[in-house]
């Protein structure tokens, strides 16, 4: 049997976006297992896809928060020990990074990569025996299936990303069939659906009889799903459940199971793609076309304001208008559960 090493470390996302290709090298070459270099925090998601075999977890953020401590205590050395403890027939970093290009060099086995020209750190393609031409302006997903079928030599096939996501993994979390979960939390703060609209659209959900579920991984995010529920309770209508705290993997079988999902631009929506849960995501100053969630049932929601997508993790003018940041305005709750009902539609 073929074994390769991949090379793809974060964010969710990104994680994400490389299944579909291991999906096209299972069904190209049958006998190919692989295994997966991986920050700790996303160390469950490669183990959802039948073709890895082993996930190696790189806490390249923890060490250099603490460096001192980690060469304290070895974390670097047992790391580089687990990682050429095997040999590989195909070494590929997907990620395109110097970090990345330097796990890669540490591997044992021919290594592939993107050429200069389409990696998103140019220098990390010096790390590579063999390196590949993949356009930047397309899709992340198409981009990582093409990266696999040039570096093992298949016919890229022609069909749409199938994520191969072993469900039998995650056991129901289903709150009925007329749920919808509202995926409010991000990280940068421009990449926030104004919370008035998430209040208003939860009261439109529920007018509508379906039942809203608010998760959180924070406090901001936990008060955040408090007050979209206290607008409803003050609005006579049956209140969104503010879920406990969730793992991955538990979320993941939450949104699953959901009717529809409302997402701004955030790891779990990426999540809500590849199991293809009819999806609206609201963009505002980011451009879903490259990054975006993709898959079957989604759709994007962007803003028309004169400066999306700024691509700003600060919002420089929005002190001068009402919602913040403004860019978002144009989406209004109404026009995003019109769009979600008839994406939910047979």
């Known amino acids: 049997m073929k074994k390769g090493l991949i090379i793809k470390m974060s964010s969710m996302g990104d994680i994400i976006h490389t299944l579909p290709a291991l999906t096209d090298a299972k069904k190209a070459l049958g006998d ?43 974390g670097g050395r047992e790391f580089i020990h687990q990682l050429r403890s095997s040999s590989y027939d195909i070494v590929i970093d997907a990620q395109g990074l110097v970090k990345s290009a330097l796990v890669c060099l540490m591997s044992k086995g021919p290594k592939c990569g993107l050429d200069k020209e389409s990696a998103r750190e140019s220098i990390a393609s010096y790390a590579y025996q063999h390196k590949f031409f993949v356009a930047k302006n397309q899709h992340a997903v198409e981009r990582v299936r093409q990266l696999f079928a040039k570096a093992l030599s298949y016919v890229l096939p022609l069909t749409s990303p199938d994520y191969g996501i072993n469900r039998s993994l995650f056991n ?41 579920l608010l998760p959180w991984g924070n406090e901001r995010e936990k008060a955040r799903a408090q007050e979209i529920t206290t607008f409803s309770r003050q609005q006579g209508l049956v209140e969104p459940i503010i879920l ?78 009402e919602i913040t940041p403004p860019c978002f305005e144009p989406l209004s709750p109404e026009s995003v559960w019109q769009t979600l009902v008839k994406l939910m539609q047979p």
């Open 32 to 74: 190919i297992q692989f295994d997966w270099v991986v920050e700790p925090g996303f160390a469950e998601i490669p183990k959802w896809h039948t073709a890895v075999n082993q996930v190696i977890c790189a806490p390249f953020r923890q060490w250099r928060k603490t460096p001192f401590e980690t060469i304290k205590s070895g």
């Open 172 to 212: 129901s979390h289903a709150y009925g069939e007329k749920s919808i979960l509202f995926l409010h939390g991000t990280t940068w703060i421009t990449k926030h659906w104004p919370e008035r609209y998430w209040q208003k659209l939860g009261a439109l959900v529920s007018q509508a009889g379906y039942q809203v």
């Open 244 to 321: 406990p705290k969730l793992s991955l993997g538990a979320l993941t079988a939450l949104i699953a199971s959901a009717k529809g999902v409302v997402a701004v631009d955030t790891g779990l929506g990426h999540i809500a793609a590849a199991m293809a849960v009819p999806t609206v995501s609201l963009y505002g100053p980011t451009d879903p076309g490259l990054t975006g969630a993709y898959g079957p049932n989604q759709l994007h929601l962007r803003s028309n304001f004169p400066c999306s997508p700024c691509m700003g993790k600060e919002c420089k003018k929005g002190n001068h208008f």
